[in-house]
């Protein structure tokens, strides 16, 4: 890539251990790179001083420096160098604040080469995340399987690719259909466990005991029906990562027992005694307001703090309504193809209504919306025909104000007991139309007081 240009790209590998800068500068320097080592700062930033490079890699603890001094140094002196950090130390804390200070990448010893060359090329390929991605797709409208090209999910992208790397917990936070699993499946694929088990878990799925057994596993004779040892799902993602969904649902003994793994990287079978030892990043991610149900005493104080090392907040579709059309696109063509039949043109009408429309269900809801349309539509154009009928209740209602929030709560009722009757009162089809989990549809049925309406 590089040798035929006319001057080659320079990168600077810094670091203490005389063998790992060798190891490093003889990986790039076999890519084509002019690149350059040292083993102390003050030599590094000496020649940094007369010829500044493209790169810096550096790693965070030096004999002589501090890594996250030496980022600050670089960035004053030459704007454009993308430095990537590389440390022995799981220090996320330090991890963050790097990123904060304007750091490119942050690579966790030990790393492949391969993760290197790819730090390396992204950082020279657009100067960033959304220069990567308009280098690949012509728009920043998309990162590992999501879409969008809002502020707000721009700067979602932007935090996953900081923290992907890094062998943190995560807590996503989003009402339900926003795609936290998206995010928690963009943060497995993009860090170093990307090619060991991604395994998702609904923890307000199961009672107490079977929560237990399938996060735990169980050993033979544990229990009446055990004829065998099983492995939890947490010795099953070993090397990779566990997504536990509306984990504001997980029973309080269960938390108890889930900190102790988190805090020992050990846990106990069920009906054993011998602690297993495990390697594996928990994503978390729940629609409800934690700290409110720790003020409630609904959930404990220590847990939300280990697993919200570092907290993303997913926006309801309501509040990026810029992605609606560029998800439609996607959808349509996406479930066009799916069902053998021509991609059908979009009309302005069809845009324009759901351009209006609330999204009590968020994406998920959109995209169920899109898929019947497609699925019903006989023409080559799909129209505002094409939607079904409560779509248009908002637009006989006024403008709702956005920090109105019990007129917006009383139009999202309105529509779940809309949708709710013209299903015939079936929970499991209610829940898909408005896509929605059964669990969520059912708490929000209960403050409806339907249960005792039928």
């Known amino acids: 890539?590089?040798?035929?240009?006319?001057?080659?790209?320079?990168?600077?590998?810094l670091d203490d251990e005389i063998v790992t800068v060798r190891r490093l500068v003889q990986a790039l320097g076999k890519d084509g790179y002019e690149v350059e080592g040292f083993v102390t700062a003050s030599?590094?930033?000496?020649?940094?001083?007369?010829?500044?490079?493209?790169?810096?890699?550096?790693?965070?603890?030096l004999n002589d420096a501090d890594g996250l001094d030496i980022l600050l140094r670089v960035t004053a002196l030459a704007?454009?160098?993308?430095?990537i950090l590389m440390t022995g130390y799981a220090s996320v804390d330090h991890a963050v604040r790097a990123m904060k200070a304007g750091a490119y990448h942050y690579l966790a010893k030990p790393f492949r080469l391969e993760e290197l060359r790819n730090a390396v090329r992204d950082a020279l390929q657009g100067g960033g995340l959304s220069g990567t991605l308009e280098s690949e797709s012509g728009l920043a409208d998309r990162f590992a399987g999501i879409i969008g090209r809002s502020p707000a999910m721009?700067?979602?992208?932007?935090t996953i690719r900081q923290i992907a790397p890094l062998n943190c917990n995560v807590l996503i936070q989003g009402e339900s259909g926003t795609g936290k699993e998206l995010v928690a499946k963009a943060l497995h694929s993009t860090s170093g466990r990307g090619q060991h088990p991604f395994i998702p878990f609904n923890c307000g799925a199961f009672s107490e005991e079977l929560v237990a057994n399938e996060l735990f596993g169980h050993e033979k004779g544990a229990f009446t029906g055990a004829v065998s040892t099983k492995l939890g799902l947490l010795e099953a993602a070993n090397g990779g990562t566990v997504f536990l969904d509306e984990v504001g649902e997980m029973p309080i003994p269960m938390q108890i027992k889930l900190l102790r793994v988190i805090q020992e990287r050990t846990l106990l079978r069920v009906g054993g005694v011998a602690p297993v030892s495990i390697n594996v990043r928990l994503i978390a991610a729940t629609n409800r307001?934690?700290?409110?149900?720790?003020?409630?005493?609904?959930f404990r104080q220590d847990l939300f703090y280990r697993l919200k090392v570092v907290m993303i907040n997913i926006p309801?579709?309501?509040k990026r309504r810029e992605d609606i059309p560029l998800l439609v696109e996607y959808f349509v063509a996406q479930i066009a193809t799916q069902f053998g039949k021509p991609v059908p043109e979009?009309?302005?009408?069809?845009?324009?209504?759901?351009?209006?429309?609330?999204?009590?269900?968020?994406?998920?809801?959109l995209q169920n919306i899109v898929e019947r349309a497609v699925a019903l539509s006989r023409e080559s154009v799909l129209t505002a025909r094409d939607l079904p009928p409560d779509i248009f209740f908002g637009e006989i209602q006024p403008p709702v104000p956005e920090k109105n929030a019990s007129h917006l709560k009383a139009l999202e009722q309105e529509h779940i007991s809309e949708v709710y009757r013209r299903t015939g009162f079936n929970q499991t089809e209610t829940a898909r139309l408005l896509g929605i989990s059964r669990t969520t549809l059912w708490r929000r049925l209960k403050d409806l007081n339907f249960f005792s309406e039928k």
Request: charge should be negative; charged fraction near 30%.
């Open 1 to 13: 890539m590089t040798e035929n240009t006319s001057q080659k790209i320079r990168i600077y590998i």
């Open 43 to 61: 030599e590094a930033m000496a020649r940094f001083s007369e010829v500044p490079a493209d790169v810096l890699v550096t790693d965070v603890r």
């Open 79 to 83: 704007p454009a160098t993308k430095v």
């Open 154 to 158: 721009l700067e979602i992208f932007k």
């Open 289 to 298: 307001d934690i700290e409110k149900m720790i003020a409630a005493g609904e």
């Open 316 to 318: 309801p579709l309501r």
């Open 346 to 365: 979009i009309a302005s009408d069809f845009l324009d209504a759901l351009s209006s429309y609330t999204f009590p269900g968020n994406v998920r809801e």
